[in-house]
């Protein structure tokens, strides 16, 4: 599978990415694919690549470029550990939604640029944190996402001003959320009040339950989930066929 290391200016500075297509040739659709609250690890090199052979280009960017060259995080351990725990959430914390649509802007225009992607619009998929991102992204570059898909996504429905559900009325993508059984971050009062903001705003949209638990769609999280997987798969790349421009 063709990959290609890089990196790209947002306005906050150099964002390291890697990007993912198809053997032979394109141009084929473009999708960011945010990784959870680990951030970008192998399991996420090899999940890229798998979209990638689904026939699309894939750009795996780090989110937690501004911290510079941070310490890897072993997803398996570290909220167990205290400390651990401490420095994943606060990283996890520090990605405001105003940065993931400034940054989301940059990758769009990377991905645009690169011959081997077509169209001006564009795919989005993410897991814990990035499932959150995905929606944010989806409200806040309305005109340059197609297609949006969540899985374990946590916080798509807050208290916040910045609550991702309260962009409904700005999203002109087809969106799909894929909850976790049992997931205090994404409940089934979350799922309705979700649902009826994006009805209210004739958002496509479909909302589905994994009998799995959050975490269910990313290999080297414990509470990772094989037949959940596969179903992931399945409908990402249902909703992503139907809206991405080949």
């Not at 501004?66 to 890897?72: D, L, T």
């Not at 989301?104 to 897991?127: I, M, N, Q």
């Not at 609550?163 to 409904?168: E, G, I, M």
């Not at 979700?194 to 909302?207: F, S």
Request: one cysteine or more.
């Amino acid at each position: 599978m063709p990959n290609l290391t890089d990196s790209l200016t947002t306005p906050d500075g150099r964002c390291p990415v890697q990007s993912f297509t198809p053997d032979g040739d394109g141009p084929w659709p473009g999708v960011v694919m945010y990784p959870d609250a680990g951030g970008v690890r192998d399991t996420f090199y090899q999940m890229a690549a798998k979209l990638a052979g689904f026939g699309y280009a894939v750009l795996l960017p780090d989110v937690y470029y501004r911290h510079g060259h941070w310490a890897p995080i072993n997803i398996a351990t570290a909220f167990g550990d205290a400390n651990e725990r401490k420095r994943v959430m606060s990283m996890m914390d520090s990605v405001t939604s105003d940065m993931m649509a400034s940054d989301a802007g940059a990758f769009f225009d990377y991905l645009a640029a690169r011959p081997e992607v077509a169209g001006e619009r564009f795919g989005v998929c993410g897991y814990c944190m990035g499932g959150r991102t995905s929606v944010v992204v989806a409200g806040r570059q309305p005109d340059r996402v197609a297609a949006a898909a969540s899985f374990h996504g946590g916080g798509l429905v807050t208290d916040t001003a910045d609550s991702p559900h309260l962009l409904a009325d700005r999203i002109k993508a087809t969106v799909y959320v894929g909850g976790a059984e049992n997931d205090a971050s994404f409940t089934p009062d979350h799922a309705e009040q979700l649902d009826k903001a994006l009805t209210a705003a004739g958002v496509e949209h479909r909302i589905e339950w994994y009998s799995a638990a959050h975490g269910f769609a990313v290999p080297d999280n414990p509470p990772y989930d094989a037949a959940a997987d596969e179903r992931h798969w399945t409908a990402m790349t249902e909703v992503f066929g139907a809206k991405l421009a080949g």
